[in-house]
């Protein structure tokens, strides 16, 4: 069943509708072709619809209380490489956007409705019982509204939880819903370039980033991950199946032709991880733990 052409023209006119987000100087007459193009392609778009059909129903924070222009604010400016600057998930702005930031939550809550029985947020507290338990400097890179460090946060009180992104909007969300965590603490950063010490961080943890990155950049992150992690560290990475992402056709997503072709065993493999075990907490995820040689 494809979407229905009026359904393709409200879902423009919402987004039309949308102000530009405030944030760098963004193309956003490009953005809105590529969003176009991808809404109107004849390819099937079920597994949006559904996505679009349950959001309504999910529950999250209430975020009127942020004040954008202050937070922002706050956010020194870092240089955004290109392939960042795209309208992600066929959002105005992509991850740079109110948008996208505010409506993270509720989308996963959708996506993974029928895939655990407690939903995204059950998929993370399934993720954070895989860390070492002696570990006391853990980093969730490209963390967005930072579930998954708060999980890891609240499974783990006497480490140090560290929630890295380049997203000063997904940093204002996740600094609101996850306040009362003592032990996370967040990061305003690229995530292929962190700048930290080698072998500094005891563990590493990434959810849904690889498949928003073209190789090269999937490439260069997975080695910035091997010289950060100590000896003997573990690197936890969780993502979509390579054919689930395909069944979002109306979503923008960039990268997933390359991501067809991905092997997450391989793509650990190269990077210089061991001990690469296996593990699905949801139908459309996989999630893989490696670690770095002493």
């Not at 655990?116 to 509204?145: M, N, T, Y």
Request: aromatic fraction near 10%; hydrophobic fraction near 40%; include cysteine.
């Amino acid at each position: 069943m494809e979407i229905a052409a009026t359904t393709i023209d409200q879902i423009l006119s919402n987004l039309a509708s949308q102000p530009d987000p405030a944030w760098k100087n963004l193309d956003f007459d490009t953005q809105r072709k590529q969003i176009q193009t991808e809404l109107y392609s004849s390819a099937p778009k079920d597994g949006m619809m559904r996505v679009i059909t349950r959001m309504q129903f999910q529950e999250a924070p209430n975020l009127g209380e942020i004040d954008w222009e202050s937070e922002l604010s706050t956010f020194q400016p870092i240089q955004y490489p290109q392939y960042y600057l795209q309208p992600f998930h066929s959002v105005l702005g992509g991850w740079l956007s109110e948008t996208a930031a505010v409506g993270n939550r509720v989308a996963m809550e959708a996506v993974l409705e029928n895939a655990h029985p407690q939903k995204s947020l059950g998929v993370r507290d399934e993720i954070a019982q895989l860390f070492p338990q002696d570990a006391r400097h853990i980093l969730d890179l490209g963390a967005g509204i930072g579930d998954d460090a708060a999980a890891i946060a609240r499974y783990f009180p006497s480490a140090t939880v560290t929630a890295w992104d380049a997203s000063p909007f997904m940093i204002v969300v996740g600094r609101l819903y996850h306040k009362d965590i003592p032990n996370l603490h967040w990061k305003h950063g690229l995530v292929e370039k962190t700048e930290l010490p080698d072998n500094s961080v005891d563990a590493l943890n990434m959810t849904y980033l690889l498949h928003e990155c073209p190789d090269e950049i999937k490439q260069i992150i997975l080695a910035e991950c091997w010289r950060i992690l100590s000896p003997g560290g573990r690197l936890v990475v969780t993502d979509t199946l390579p054919g689930d992402l395909h069944s979002y056709r109306g979503f923008f997503e960039p990268y997933k032709e390359q991501w067809l072709k991905v092997d997450p065993d391989k793509l650990l493999q190269a990077a210089g991880f061991v001990n690469i075990k296996a593990y699905q907490f949801a139908y459309p995820t996989w999630t893989r733990v490696g670690e770095k040689t002493n």
